[in-house]
């Protein structure tokens, strides 16, 4: 059958299958259902992860990131339904169920409590680590991000994420995000539902993602459900806040670093509380550091500190009366960063697109979607002198759409839904011998899942299934997942999942790279070696080209105490089929070179491995005092069918300990700090250099009169280890309120408070060495109106 009709088939039977699931779902309800929306009364927006419960009952549950909420299988009565959140008086409001198979709507709203509470605690993570596996998950909103130091005076995503479990930045300096062994290229990033293809920007200080237009950011780091795929180690899932709806706010900051302006209000306000609105939100951010660091920072390097970005993002948001909602959005985000005598690095990527809820009036599925589109462009210039690659280019752009629909029963929950991705690569690329790699490809991919989570007693299971067809190459990808967890005590759970995944994209980098920051983007290869030489010396054959990975995770979550809780977690990712580029290609492939082996003329190669550890992490919440100590020991390691490496960004140890405390009348005083120590990455060492001489000329060339470009002679791939790497970091907050809306904070920052001097990387032809960021202090002004 060929790919167009059966691409179209398969779409229609997923159609049909959503129609019945959504048909079956709304017949089997056999008791009444209360569900709604949680709003702040200040701004409109949702009032996410709170307490909503029947008082007197054992019925409660908790919003979810827009809001939502739904208690099914109620029995006929009347019941005042309670909304709850930490700083906020109780919402309360009476209902009355009727009838079976009733729907009451509700909307409650928030209001700031007038008392101000100097107890923290946590009852709304109780109820849902208890009733969820949360396997390998970490849910984060702004005020989770602003416990860090503030480096140059803005929180950033990219500064928490360096410090949960299993999570690897490779450094001050073009750091990148490793999760558990995946590679950037392996780490699915989704922002309002939009595919973005490079978060972080080449200072590894800051992400794309202006903090404060965030809402969640969920981060898997494996066994992660079927609703998401396409990727095999890890998935981050972020979500922006609509707005606000009843007045015009906004913030404007500067500090030594970078400026950032936020604008977000009403297009049209409500006319009843909880009624339609139009809302917007800009976010722009920019880093001027490349100029302010030459005199700021001069003790750096003369020539300042490289980098500079530009980040804008807005959106529109278009809300029913009865919660439904349909967002339109867009983004621009730029990053160019040049390091002297080395290489310079540019990549900017840009993109739109709209997602939606829909709240049925006669049905308890709720259903949501998005459609978007995206495209990242890339580049990266060798300086000469570095004897290693010229140029590289890479492009890639494409649109991705989904559909969800989940439907509530008591405790338990399916869902239901597809996702449909459409890409196009443009490739280019040199290798350390000069053989020139390229591709141009159109993909397309399909997918359908079917997910349920069930609480039975005191264990839940979240069994689900995700079928992928990859069109490009053919080839489908069934891929069961399990996640289970067990409430061993109020305190004590243990918990696991696994499964299998499965992604077609692969990226291009030299491992031999002094500077690693170029990341191009490849669809998946059909050309591939048929057989695979394993480290035993058997030969596999090589079912199909896709990329796999199978993950097996278990742990054990204990609260110690109301404040304390200890969560620890072993996994194992087997990465039973990986693409690379093929670094030791030599010979192009074609008839002439039909009996050479397949290692020396693919563009391409096939690898496999394996990573492997533990991860603890130890919180603790109280009043105004936050504690973080995060450990994880881990091992990753490749085969490529020649010889066994360590890749990268294999740290053994690593250790990060996070503490934020607030102090003074009304806790306008905050000191943030970071300690972070890990074992120093694998690296491959220069042996020796020699003459390479070009001998593309004529048979009766003299080879003694010609002058040939310096050579470098390399070790064994990653035999060598950099030394540890550790750095401090503190910053310290103070807020003037200035009127009832308006308040200026003001801040102070170090960086590397004991300069130490962690290594970036050594110039392979001068063998200077750069080292990381030394102390860099900075300043920050804020003003919130």
């Known amino acids: 059958m060929p790919p167009q009709k059966f691409t179209m088939r398969f779409i229609k039977i997923l159609f049909v299958s959503l129609l019945f699931f959504s048909a079956s779902q709304a017949i089997l309800a056999q008791s009444g259902n209360v569900r709604g929306f949680v709003y702040l009364e200040k701004t409109g927006e949702p009032a996410i992860y709170t307490n909503v419960y029947l008082q007197g009952t054992t019925y409660g549950t908790t919003t979810d990131d827009n809001g939502y909420f739904n208690l099914s299988k109620i029995p006929t009565g009347k019941y005042k339904l309670i909304a709850s959140s930490i700083g906020y008086e109780p919402a309360v409001v009476e209902i009355e169920l009727v009838k079976n198979n009733q729907i ?88 309002d539902g939009m595919i973005i293809y490079n978060p972080f920007h080449s200072i590894g200080l800051f992400s794309v993602f202006d903090t404060d237009i965030l809402r969640t950011a969920d981060v898997y780091t494996g066994g992660f459900s079927a609703e998401y795929g396409g990727r095999i180690s890890s998935i981050m899932d972020i979500k922006t806040k609509d707005g606000n709806k009843l007045k015009t706010t906004g913030k404007v900051s500067a500090n030594t670093f970078g400026s950032k302006l936020l604008l977000e209000g009403p297009l049209k306000k409500p006319t009843t509380p909880g009624g339609g609105s139009k809302s917007y939100i800009f976010s722009a951010k920019t880093s001027y550091l490349d100029q302010t660091s030459k005199s700021i920072y001069s003790y750096v390097s003369e020539d300042g500190l490289p980098y500079n970005y530009t980040d804008l ?32 690095f540019e990549w900017n990527q840009f993109g739109g697109g709209t997602n939606f809820v829909l709240i049925p009036a006669r049905s308890t599925v709720l259903i949501d979607g998005t459609i978007a589109y995206s495209n990242y462009e890339t580049s990266a210039i060798e300086n000469e002198t570095t004897a290693a690659v010229k140029e590289r280019t890479s492009i890639i752009n494409g649109f991705n759409a989904a559909m969800n629909f989940t439907n509530f029963n008591g405790d338990n929950e399916s869902k239901f839904g597809f996702e449909i991705l459409g890409f196009k690569t443009n490739f280019n690329f040199m290798n350390s011998v000069n053989q020139k790699i390229s591709q141009v490809e159109n993909t397309t991919e399909i997918a359908g899942y079917l997910q349920y989570k069930y609480n039975i007693g005191k264990l839940v299971l979240e069994p689900s299934f995700r079928m992928h067809y990859y069109a490009s190459l053919a080839t489908f990808s069934p891929e069961p997942r ?25 990226s291009a980098t030299s491992d031999r790279d002094v500077v690693n920051l170029f990341y191009g983007f490849l669809s998946g290869p059909d050309n591939l070696q048929d057989k695979f030489k394993e480290q035993d010396g058997t030969v596999t054959t090589l079912k199909d ?57 693919k563009d391409y190669i096939v690898e496999k491995g394996d990573a492997y550890g533990v991860d603890m992490s130890v919180k603790y919440t109280k009043k105004q005092t936050s504690i973080w100590f995060v450990y994880s020991i881990s091992k990753v390691e490749r085969w490529d069918g020649t010889q066994a490496y360590y890749p990268l960004f294999d740290r053994r140890h690593n250790v990060n300990f996070v503490a934020s405390k607030s102090f003074g009348e009304d806790h306008l005083w905050t000191v ?12 491959t060492q220069t042996t020796g250099f020699y003459e ?18 310096l050579g470098i002679r390399y070790g064994s791939l990653n035999g060598g280890r950099l030394p540890f790497y550790h750095r401090f970091d503190v910053s310290v907050t103070k807020k003037f309120v200035l009127s009832e809306n308006s308040i200026l904070e003001a801040s102070a920052s170090v960086t590397n408070v004991y300069n130490r001097d962690n290594i970036f990387y050594v110039n392979r032809v001068t063998s200077e060495r750069v080292n990381q960021l030394p102390i860099l202090p900075s300043i920050g002004l804020n003003l919130t109106f």
């Open 313 to 344: 993002y807005g959106k529109i948001s278009l809300n029913g009366s009865n919660g439904s909602k349909v967002n339109f959005f867009g983004f621009n985000f730029k990053d160019k960063v040049n390091y002297p005598k080395v290489a310079g």
């Open 672 to 683: 943030d700090a970071r300690w972070n120590i890990g074992s120093g990455f694998p690296l």
């Open 482 to 506: 399990l996640g289970f967890k067990y409430n061993v005590t109020d305190k004590v759970r243990l918990k696991g999942a696994g499964g299998l995944y499965s992604q077609n994209l692969l």
């Open 692 to 709: 390479n001489l070009d001998l593309s000329g004529s048979i009766n060339q003299d080879y003694t009169t010609v002058n040939g470009d």
């Open 545 to 601: 080209k896709l990329q796999k990975a199978r993950h097996a995770i278990f742990g054990i979550e204990f609260d110690i105490t109301k404040n304390i809780l200890l969560n620890v977690e072993g996994y194992y990712k087997h990465f039973n089929q990986l693409t690379n580029v093929n670094r030791n290609k030599l010979y192009e492939d074609n008839t002439d070179n039909k009996d050479i082996a397949d290692e020396l003329k």
């Open 104 to 191: 009451v709507d509700e909307k409650l709203f928030l209001a700031e409590s007038a008392v101000k509470l100097d107890v923290v605690t946590i009852s709304a993570d109780k109820v849902e680590m208890q009733t969820s596996v949360k396997m390998s998950v970490v849910k984060l909103t702004p005020k989770d991000i602003k416990k860090m130091p503030s480096i140059g005076g803005d929180p950033d995503l990219a500064q928490y994420l360096q410090v949960l479990p299993g999570v690897v930045f490779t450094g001050d300096q073009g750091g990148q995000l490793y999760i558990r062994g995946g590679s950037p290229i392996q780490n699915k990033v989704l922002l």
